[in-house]
């Protein structure tokens, strides 16, 4: 069965900063991915996608991904922070299946410090 | 463009008395329906989902159950809740091709006391 891991549970940047967030899947062939984005008491937000060709995916937002086959990694990134990114970001992988069910990680919790 | 609405937003109820959560969407056709129960502070678990009118799957076995009586309409209900049924529901839909995205709606805030 497909499965992700993001392995940090929080992190803090400056406002102004870079940003990269750690995702890593278990699947045998090229998966689906995907990124998300939830502010407090609100639902998902798609981010972006990736499901074929370009391997670094651009998002809403100013965010991007890029998928690496050999490293089994989707990682988030964003060249420079703003303070309203504050949410957690969950990445998921499409389950092969009846109805494509996404496996979701446990999510990063991004604090911005100004 | 496609919107998907949950209602209501937040809701308090008494253990034992029941629960109906609606979700609808808008803009497509045929989309596969989910719900997910999101506890503080931790990730989402999906509880049920639906390729068409009428076709629930079950993802954990609890006191709920999901209804599809119309093609874009998707329902949570319980007959009997329970305090562990306390958190947050989410509603999502994706199309019925790849890449298979979901898109979600704005969450119900359920606290059973």
């Known amino acids: 069965a497909q499965s992700v891991t993001q392995p940090d549970i929080h992190i803090t940047v400056s406002e102004g900063a870079s940003l990269e967030l750690r995702c890593n899947y278990s699947y045998g062939a090229t998966p689906y991915l995907f990124w998300y984005v939830q502010s407090p008491g609100q639902g998902l937000q798609l981010l972006l996608k990736?499901?074929?060709?370009?391997?670094l995916v651009q998002g809403i937002k100013g965010f991007e991904a890029e998928f690496k086959r050999s490293q089994s990694s989707f990682n988030l990134r964003k060249p420079s922070v703003h303070w309203s990114d504050a949410a957690e970001y969950f990445c998921?992988?499409?389950?092969?299946?009846?109805?494509?069910?996404?496996?979701f990680g446990t999510g990063t919790r991004l604090q911005v410090t100004l | 463009s496609q919107t998907i609405h949950q209602w209501p937003a937040t809701l308090v109820q008494p253990v034992g008395s029941p629960l109906s959560l609606e979700c609808t969407v808008e803009g497509t056709s045929n989309p596969n329906l989910y719900w997910y129960r999101q506890a503080a502070g931790r990730g989402l678990q999906l509880l049920f989902y639906?390729?068409?009118?009428?076709?629930i799957s079950s993802e954990v076995p609890q006191n709920l159950s999901a209804s599809r009586p119309q093609d874009r309409q998707f329902i949570l209900s319980s007959k009997k809740l329970l305090l562990s049924d306390s958190g947050f529901y989410l509603c999502a839909w994706s199309p019925q091709g790849p890449p298979y995205e979901q898109y979600f709606g704005p969450g119900t805030r359920l606290t059973v006391t």
């Open positions: 639906s390729v068409g009118i009428g076709q």
């Open positions: 990736y499901f074929s060709g370009d391997t």
């Open positions: 998921a992988v499409e389950n092969t299946g009846t109805a494509s069910k996404l496996t």
